[in-house]
């Protein structure tokens, strides 16, 4: 896998996946290609396009084959899907996804209640989908969530982390992308643990993915973007909320992010106002605030020219 130059920034989108998989609404197959293709326009190069796990557990993802299938895809863009197990590695691979994620925790009482096995058990169901997607040349990004929290454990030992991020690395994930799934993480926690990472693994196969439920989304990237982090995970207008904490806001909006970033100096190869106007469309589509203030700034801002 390529890595980013270190003045560049990779923001893999997650929106039509993270984001929309935690809205009430389902929306329809030609909204999520509609949402993709904007997201493609707008110079996104990693896009989440769906999931294949099981209808009955995450309704908004069922038909995420047709998405696949239907989506107008552009050159240069990966359209990756997350696959749980060979069931749906199989069907991401039917739908033709460039890449697959696999997903497990830091947490056995996460992964009871997200996919129904402790992270032990996870892990053996991962084997063989990355012994599969390794025969058929499909590249793997591997989440670990609740890096820096669980709803139901509450505090998470660092070494758990770097035990799963390891193990996943070492059955062929390229990345691992840390998701701080209830936004309880704070600076100092975010320093603490890639810095522990750090001393098994290169931070170049590191990614952050923060839900900004505490509004500490951003300070905790920048502690990530200061120790090398390159690649961050963002959903477009904030999407998404939290099924694990009421009322809480999503991932950390793409749009925020970017911000962030090019103020930093740092290249990514997005357009700013098309993201924003992106931001502003899907939230509309879904009556809902944008969640996005850098979006919501950059639309109005164009808005009274
Ligand atoms: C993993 C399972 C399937 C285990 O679910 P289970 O009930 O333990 O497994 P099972 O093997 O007994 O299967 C039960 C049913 O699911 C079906 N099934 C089995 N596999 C699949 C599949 N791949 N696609 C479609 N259907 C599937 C299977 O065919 C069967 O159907 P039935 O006979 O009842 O009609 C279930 O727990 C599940 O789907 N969980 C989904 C959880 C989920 O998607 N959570 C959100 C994603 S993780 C996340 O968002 C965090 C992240 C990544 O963003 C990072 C962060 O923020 O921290």
Redesign the pocket.
């Known amino acids: 896998m390529q890595r980013a130059h270190p003045d560049s920034v990779r923001i893999v989108e997650?929106g039509a996946r993270?984001g929309l998989?935690n809205e009430a609404q389902a929306l329809s197959v030609e909204l999520r290609c509609e949402l993709i293709g904007r997201l493609a326009a707008a110079g996104l190069r990693h896009i989440e396009a769906g999931?294949?796990?099981?209808?009955?557990?995450?309704p908004q993802?069922q038909y995420s084959d047709r998405v696949l299938l239907q989506l107008e895809r552009q050159p240069g863009v990966r359209y990756a899907a997350?696959?749980?197990?060979l069931?749906?590695l199989e069907?991401a691979l039917a739908a033709n996804a460039s890449e697959v994620?696999v997903?497990t925790?830091a947490s056995d009482a996460f992964t009871q209640k997200?996919?129904?096995?402790s992270v032990a058990q996870s892990l053996e169901r991962i084997r063989p989908v990355l012994e599969h997607a390794r025969t058929v040349g499909l590249p793997v990004r591997g989440?670990v969530?609740?890096v820096m929290g669980c709803p139901y454990q509450g505090e998470v030992p660092v070494q758990a982390v770097v035990d799963v991020a390891q193990a996943l690395l070492d059955m062929g994930c390229y990345e691992i992308?840390l998701?701080?799934?209830i936004g309880t993480g704070s600076v100092p926690q975010t320093q603490n643990l890639i810095r522990a990472l750090a001393l098994h693994m290169p931070v170049s196969q590191l990614a952050v993915?923060f839900?900004d439920t505490y509004g500490q989304a951003l300070a905790n990237i920048y502690a990530a973007l200061e120790l090398g982090i390159r690649t961050i995970d963002g959903s477009v207008a904030g999407l998404g909320g939290c099924p694990y904490a009421a009322g809480a806001s999503g991932?950390v909006a793409s749009e925020d992010v970017l911000r962030l970033v090019e103020g930093l100096g740092l290249h990514t190869g997005i357009d700013a106002q098309l993201l924003a106007e992106t931001g502003q469309w899907i939230s509309d589509q879904l009556q809902r605030p944008n969640g996005s203030k850098s979006g919501r700034a950059l639309v109005a801002k164009a808005t009274q020219k």
């Open positions: 997650v993270d998989q999931s294949f796990v099981s209808p009955k557990w995450v993802m997350l696959t749980p197990n069931q749906g069907a994620a997903f925790a997200n996919i129904n096995c989440y969530s609740t992308s998701g701080d799934t993915h839900h991932n």
